[in-house]
C-alpha cells in the first residue's frame, strides 16, 4: 500500500509560480524508483485530467496545456515527485492530485493510476 501526500498548493496571481511536492511512503526505496508517478488536477465541473507523468527512467509526459510552463522532476531518495508551475494562467485553477503506479509504463488516463493523494488546491488570480 502506498500513501501520499500532496503540499504546496495556494493562492498565486497570473504568472507566478509554484512547486508542489508529493511525498510517498508505504513503499521501499527500490519500489518508489520503480513507480510511474503522475499529476493530475480537475477543475470545478471539470473531469480529472492529467498534467504531468514521470517515469522510472525519467521519461517524462506532459499535457499539451503546460508544456513550457510546468516541469516534472522526482527525487528518489526522498520518495518525493515536484511539480514546477510557472507562467501560472487562472485556468490552471484546480485540485492538483498526486498519482502513483507501480512498475508503471506511459499511463495517461485516472483509471491506470493506483493510488491517489488527498490533493491540493491551486487558484491562480487574474
Known amino acids: 500500500q502506498v500513501q501520499l501526500v500532496e503540499s504546496g498548493g495556494g493562492l498565486v496571481q497570473a504568472g507566478g509560480s509554484l512547486r508542489l511536492s508529493c511525498a510517498a511512503s508505504?513503499?521501499?526505496?527500490?519500489?518508489?524508483?520503480?513507480?510511474?508517478m503522475g499529476w493530475f488536477r480537475q477543475a470545478p465541473g471539470k473531469d480529472r485530467e492529467i498534467v504531468a507523468s514521470i517515469s522510472w527512467s525519467g521519461g517524462k509526459y506532459y499535457a499539451d496545456s503546460v508544456k513550457g510552463r510546468f516541469t516534472i522532476s522526482r527525487d528518489n531518495t526522498k520518495n518525493t515527485v515536484y511539480l514546477q508551475m510557472n507562467s501560472l494562467k487562472p485556468e490552471d485553477t484546480a485540485v492538483y492530485y498526486c498519482?502513483?503506479?507501480?512498475?508503471?509504463?506511459?499511463?495517461?488516463?485516472?483509471?491506470?493510476?493506483?493510488?491517489w493523494g488527498q490533493g491540493t488546491q491551486v487558484v491562480v488570480s487574474s
Open positions: 498519482a502513483a503506479k507501480p512498475y508503471g509504463l506511459g499511463a495517461q488516463t485516472v483509471s491506470e493510476y493506483d493510488y
Open positions: 508505504g513503499a521501499s526505496g527500490g519500489h518508489f524508483s520503480s513507480t510511474l
